[in-house]
């Protein structure tokens, strides 16, 4: 087991201690489970509330914020140095592919670029163009005339098909599909043909794509998503749809076909999407939010339709209140009903 002084984990990441630098750190923790001889972090100054009832040897801070509980290590970026004491005490394995394996499949017309690795019984098939430094894990499938530029990582099991295009140092998750025929039918005679189906997917540089995503090749011409943006888990994106660069896109988000996107835009969880709407640069859609029509750029929304956050959070307040009202609503029936009665039996008497 490994251990280190705090004094030491201090020069480790150019950071500053404070208390007693002879204290022992053995591992790292979370802030709930963090024993004595662990190390744990406080990102920002505002959490401090989070170490209320933690255990931890010493916590790693941000510079100039003191804890009176705690040694700390000051340092100017919390997340990377922790990612740096994380991997001292527990080096990640390699999670590269080495060669190229006598169980793959490559087709004889397919270019393989230097330093590419090819793992075990994944199939690259006619006319694929694979790039420098590649990494192409076991059991994926590239169909034919595809292409990967230099630096990409294809993990376990995803399927691009055909003619899928894919940029540099892009990451594609286990179980990915990239380029399936999208969800286009000529409904008539009384049953659904499937549409043609022969555009294809473009991927741009330093896209990440989560495990079992799916994004659908264009009815014609390509489905784009654009350089930098990442796609989570579970994400559906149909064909034509044309995604901006940097777009964060949050899992179970489906988006329907020939949709387009600016460019950091930002879509939580189970976000949905309606087909041909454009969704303007900077937009945020809140969770669960139900997107309808045309976004504006740097617009704010959520909700089901979609609605701008103040005046969600105002509907919801008075969906909250409808039980009350609901109440006071029938007390004033009762009111007007008696009402009505006296001025019935007045009218009776005259």
Not at 26 to 34: H, I, L, R, Y
Not at 245 to 262: P, Q
Not at 303 to 327: C, D, H, N, W, Y
Request: net charge neutral.
């Amino acid at each position: 087991m490994r251990s280190l002084k705090l004094a030491e984990l201090a020069l480790m990441v150019n950071g500053e201690f404070r208390g007693d630098g002879e204290i022992l750190i053995t591992a790292v923790a979370p802030v709930q489970s963090a024993s004595s001889s662990d190390i744990t972090f406080l990102e920002r100054a505002d959490r401090k509330n989070l170490l209320k009832k933690c255990q931890a040897g010493a916590v790693i801070v941000p510079c100039g914020v003191e804890l009176e509980r705690f040694a700390t290590i000051q340092v100017s970026n919390v997340l990377e140095s922790f990612k740096t004491i994380v991997n001292y005490f527990s080096p990640p394995r390699s999670e590269g592919v080495s060669g190229i394996s006598e169980r793959a499949s490559i087709h004889a017309t397919a270019k393989i670029g230097a330093g590419a690795g090819i793992g075990d019984f994944a199939v690259v098939e006619a006319d694929v163009e694979i790039g420098d430094n590649v990494q192409i894990h076991s059991g994926v499938l590239i169909r034919a005339g595809s292409k990967i530029g230099d630096d990409s990582i294809i993990f376990p099991n995803a399927t691009l098909y055909r003619s899928t295009i894919v940029g540099k140092r892009a990451i594609i998750h286990s179980g990915a599909v990239i380029g399936a025929f999208g969800f286009g039918y000529d409904s008539s005679g009384g049953v659904h043909k499937l549409s043609p189906q022969l555009g294809n997917v473009v991927i741009g540089d330093d896209v990440e794509i989560g495990s079992c995503s799916t994004i659908d090749r264009a009815t014609y011409g390509s489905t784009i998503i654009g350089d930098g943006t990442k796609i989570d888990n579970l994400v559906m994106i149909a064909h034509n749809c044309k995604l901006g660069k940097h777009n964060l896109i949050c899992a179970h988000t489906g988006i329907a076909g020939s949709t387009t996107t600016g460019d950091y835009v930002t879509m939580a969880g189970r976000v949905g999407v309606r087909d041909h709407v454009h969704i303007g640069s900077r937009a945020v859609l809140g969770a669960m939010a139900g997107i309808m029509n045309d976004i504006p750029e740097d617009a704010n929304l959520v909700g089901i339709p979609a609605t701008p956050v103040g005046e969600q959070f105002r509907i919801q307040s008075a969906i909250a209140k409808l039980p009350e009202m609901r109440k006071e609503l029938k007390a004033l029936q009762k009111i007007v009903e008696q009402l009505n009665n006296e001025i019935k039996t007045i009218k009776e008497k005259q």
